[in-house]
């Protein structure tokens, strides 16, 4: 077995290993992903509900579950719910697609396109142009004119939205790294 490089980590380090090797065991993805078999098999067994990866047998001394991959969702890994069944994207997830899809765009026209509040979009917004996703193209004119935003398709790092975190950083999910830390005792 050639040793995979530059495993993602989590459940994104699971899928990569599956879609390589075709065949896979719980102690093989352990080689690459640390993450305990508990929590990897939780992701199998959703997997396999998905009707994504199925069992094909027992391998090894231990006679460790063999599974086998039987539909291939590309390099994007499926986000399932515990009964197989894809997961609705959530609203970072809304909005970051409308951004893109857009390209130039207020608060009002995310908020509307992505079903969300006017305060929610608001705050997405803020938080990606802190992290430098976007930028101002034309300031906010009182309540007369919102400000207009431009997507910056260089920072495009994927179809995963980035993430505000309880500290306030702004974390890709796509190339697993934060872009925007805030300073010590900033909110």
Same mark, same amino acid.
């Given at each position: 077995m050639n040793k995979l490089k530059n495993?993602? +980590?989590?459940?994104?380090?699971?899928?990569?290993?599956?879609?390589?090797?075709?065949?896979?065991?719980? +102690?093989?993805?352990?080689e690459y992903v640390s993450m305990h078999s508990t929590s990897i098999k939780t992701y199998l067994l959703q997997l396999e509900a998905g009707g994504y990866i199925a069992r094909d047998g027992y391998v090894g001394k231990l006679s460790a579950v063999q599974y086998i991959l039987i539909k291939d969702n590309g390099i994007h890994r499926p986000i399932l719910n515990a009964d197989g069944?894809?997961?609705?994207?959530?609203?970072?997830?809304?909005?970051?697609?409308?951004?893109k899809a857009l390209g130039q765009f207020n608060h009002k026209q995310v908020s509307l396109a992505a079903v969300v509040s006017d305060s929610n979009a608001k705050t997405y917004l803020r938080f990606l142009e802190r992290a430098k996703y976007i930028f101002v193209l034309k300031k906010a004119k009182a309540s007369l004119s919102p400000t207009v935003y431009q997507f910056k398709e260089s920072n495009n790092t994927g179809y995963r939205a980035?993430?505000?975190?309880?500290?306030?950083?702004?974390?890709?999910?796509?190339?697993?790294?934060?872009?925007?830390? +805030?300073?010590?005792?900033?909110?």
């Amino acid at each position: 077995m050639n040793k995979l490089k530059n495993i993602k +980590p989590g459940r994104d380090g699971i899928w990569q290993i599956i879609r390589e090797y075709k065949k896979v065991t719980i +102690p093989m993805i352990q080689e690459y992903v640390s993450m305990h078999s508990t929590s990897i098999k939780t992701y199998l067994l959703q997997l396999e509900a998905g009707g994504y990866i199925a069992r094909d047998g027992y391998v090894g001394k231990l006679s460790a579950v063999q599974y086998i991959l039987i539909k291939d969702n590309g390099i994007h890994r499926p986000i399932l719910n515990a009964d197989g069944t894809k997961r609705k994207a959530g609203a970072n997830q809304r909005m970051w697609m409308c951004i893109k899809a857009l390209g130039q765009f207020n608060h009002k026209q995310v908020s509307l396109a992505a079903v969300v509040s006017d305060s929610n979009a608001k705050t997405y917004l803020r938080f990606l142009e802190r992290a430098k996703y976007i930028f101002v193209l034309k300031k906010a004119k009182a309540s007369l004119s919102p400000t207009v935003y431009q997507f910056k398709e260089s920072n495009n790092t994927g179809y995963r939205a980035p993430q505000i975190r309880k500290d306030k950083s702004v974390y890709d999910l796509n190339i697993h790294k934060v872009m925007y830390q +805030p300073e010590r005792g900033a909110a």
